[in-house]
């Protein structure tokens, strides 16, 4: 934790650079091929503590970049991690708090972020961001997004949430899409998830709980 600190005091010393890139601490959920202990070894507390030092080193990246530069201004975030809590959720915070933009990573391969997942909503922005996941890119997976600061200026925040209550169709239709997007089919992952409900409860468990604990009334 205080390493943590440090670094986010040391970053939040620094300005004007052309390009900053951030490769935050995080999880390690990406890499549970290399190390299945991972799914073990951090809790939901844990894991919305690793979330806000993610917050504040991408806030103090973002104050260091030099809006005004000609071949520059660019910001570049990314982890090991798959969870929404640490990539599209801090990317969505941040957008809210200074003025910056989501830009095209110019990458061909990779999933498109999540604009929605579960009950939240993100930025539209957010599909410019990118998802990689080892039984799908056969690397760790990971997270990157790229912001073109255009501000120096600090946003006044208007809403903190991503979350939004949604209907019960809508909630269905969220599921569909979102085991759409994380995995292709039930392929085995190497020391780690092995099918696609497994993989979404990283994610959402309480959700896929309840509709587990449905299906065992109804047979």
């Given amino acids: 934790k205080q390493w943590y600190q440090r670094r986010v005091a040391i970053t939040a010393g620094m300005g004007n650079f052309d390009r900053v890139l951030l490769d935050a601490p995080c999880s390690g959920s990406g890499v549970v091929s290399k190390d299945p202990s991972v799914k073990q070894s951090k809790d939901e507390q844990e894991i ?5 030092v993610q917050k504040k080193l991408l806030l103090a990246a973002i104050d ?15 982890t090991c991690s798959v969870l929404v809590q640490e990539n599209e959720w801090v990317v969505d915070y941040v957008l809210k708090r200074r003025h910056v933009k989501l830009v095209p990573l110019g990458l061909d391969i990779g999933k498109a972020g999540f604009t929605r997942i579960n009950k939240y909503r993100f930025d539209k922005s957010m599909s410019l961001t990118k998802r990689y996941y080892p039984h799908t890119h056969n690397m760790d997976g990971f997270f990157v997004a790229k912001f073109k600061k255009t501000s120096n200026a600090i946003k006044t925040v208007k809403d903190d949430s991503p979350e939004v209550k949604l ?11 979102m085991n759409d997007d994380v995995v292709d089919g039930d392929e085995e992952m190497e020391g780690g998830l092995t099918d696609t409900d497994e993989e979404v409860s990283s994610v959402q468990p309480k959700k896929l709980k309840r509709k587990k604990k449905k299906t065992k009334n109804a047979t």
């Avoid at 919305?48 to 806000?52: D, F």
């Avoid at 260091?64 to 990314?78: P, R």
């Avoid at 209907?167 to 899409?177: Q, T």
């Fill in 64 to 78: 260091s970049a030099d809006h005004s530069s000609k071949t520059g201004g660019y910001i570049v975030y990314s």
């Fill in 167 to 177: 209907s019960d169709d809508e909630d269905e239709e969220d599921d569909e899409d």
């Fill in 48 to 52: 919305l503590k690793i979330a806000e």
